[in-house]
């Protein structure tokens, strides 16, 4: 890239209260930056030892327990709070809090007495260096988050310790307002009500905010036209209480089964929330989870969680946060159908009940497909874009810009949605199986012009599973794309015999630039006429494996019956078709296909005679 054109560099910064994360966006779109050991998220948790050093991050976390009143966690609860503001946080802080000049909340460590902006600095300074060393380039400025419920002291606050990291604050936007334009919500240019639940590990928010668009075709959105409309949460709710309901659970059993009265020390209670964590976050993806401890002299406690017990037992701890929900539309005096909609931000909106009661109170489905954990540095990372100028970047149009689609048998590609479709839009399309007995179905969803599965861009897959067993060619699996005018593409699998359902949601214009756009076209145009004709071959395979099975089969049903001169054609037939098949899955590129077709044709013909014969053999067999 030519240096004069290159845009100032901004980075965007996800200063949270557990973790924090830095990203950046180029004309790929946002993406978040790794440290040396491609970890994203940096324990937002400093220690600081007797001789003043720091020690930031992963390796603080992890001694937090041996070192209580010296790492400092949660920093963010004290950012330019006074003492008194933070008196309800204190039973959850394991370091010392002293008042300073002022009554400005202060940590007191080691007898020296810290701001909470200089722990924050630490963090951001830390960020900055991975940033750095992530783009090879210095780093001297940042797009910032900070709770839409942050008073001007608070993100003043915020600022300050920016500006100690040796960071220019390019600005200071709302964690809800980030997480909406890194799903490029508002470049439809309509006015939308938005709401974003941000459940993380100890906190719980939600924001009604209100995109006023600027008018004027050109001008692109950033945070400046959304509007906080009101906020409700609870700064003590959060993912730490399911694990403590598992730790609380495992406790009364052991106590219930071996009268054990446990007092665990420190580092056993530490380790059993981190067990019980890992339980909860199996329980996210499966249908069960087993745990098994060891209580030594011989004894062990196991048993199975259900993901319907689990759910039952978390169930008023998601009625919490919709109460707040049901609070923040009243404040912001709307209905929950007037929500366009609702994006998930945190961790804990990975459990699937959460999803469910989100997206059934707000009468939409929730937007997932960024990664909670990421989607606030993300749009950080794209108003840092904006900022710099070098925002035409990340391409998210009112267009489509490539076919999308799935793979089909043998490898093959059927689009769903066709390139320069406008959005919104939908298709659907109706599959089988072809395979008898098949349970389950792997949806691979795609993206580009040309017509095998290998050559288009993967976007992601997912399983359609549970069907019952039935032959090849019953299931009625049935396969929608659904794309709403943000570019947001939700894939639905359902096979309507069963019921059974499965979806992912997919952000479909993510990652590619401008010129890739050119390139996949132009890619697809010079190899039309060779990918047509691999088309082609795939169906002709497909087509001719299931004939093959089925006439083999019936040849065997019918076995004594077939005159031998019939026996014979067919049999030359057969291998005729056979080796098209062969040759089709070793080069399929050599081979003729309107012969191919020819001996498909052949064998269909062929095989009239013994249809009938099979036939009449049922009808004997029946009788
Ligand atoms: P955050 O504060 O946004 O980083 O969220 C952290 C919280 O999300 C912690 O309580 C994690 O245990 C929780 N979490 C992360 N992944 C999952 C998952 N797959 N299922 C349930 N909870 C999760």
Known sequence: MNQSTDPELIVGIDLGTTNSLVAFCDDRGPRVLLDESTQALLPSVVRIDADGRMTIGREARDHAVEYPRETVHSVKRLMGQTIDQVRGDLDYLSYEVAAGEGAAARLRVHDRLLSPQEISAAILARLREIAQAALRRPVGKAVITVPAYFDDAQRQATRDAGRFAGLEVARIINEPTAAALAYGIGRSGEAETIAVYDLGGGTFDISILQIIPPSGADASIDSAFFQVRSTAGDTHLGGDDVDRLIVELVQREIRAQHGLALEFPPSTRQALRRFAEATKIRLSSEDSAAIQIDLGDGRTYERTITRDEFETMIAPWVDRTIDACRRALRDARLEPGEIDRVVMVGGSTRIPLVRQRVGAFFETNPYTAID????????????????????????????????????????????????????????????????????????????????????????????????????????????????????????????RRSGKRAAVQIVANHGLTAAEVDRIERDSISHARSDMKLHRIIDLRVNAALDLKWIRDAIKRVEGEIPPDYRRELDGRIAALQRFVDESEREPQSVDADAFHAAKEELDRASVRLHELSIARSLRDEG
């Open 372 to 495: 909670p954990d990421q989607v606030v540095a993300l749009g950080a990372a794209v108003q840092a874009a904006i900022l710099s100028g070098s925002q035409q970047a990340a391409l998210l149009l009112d267009v489509i810009p490539l076919s999308l689609g799935i793979e089909t048998m043998g490898g093959a590609v059927a689009k769903l949605i066709m390139r320069n479709s406008t959005v919104p839009c939908q298709a659907t399309e109706r599959f089988s199986t072809s395979v008898d007995g098949q349970t389950s179905i792997k949806i691979h969803v795609l993206q580009g012009e040309r017509e095998l599965a290998g050559d288009c861009r993967s976007l992601g897959e997912f399983h359609l599973r549970g069907i019952p067993p039935m032959p090849a060619g019953i299931p009625q699996l049935e396969v929608s794309f659904h794309i709403d005018v943000n570019g947001i593409l939700d894939v639905t699998a359902v096979e």
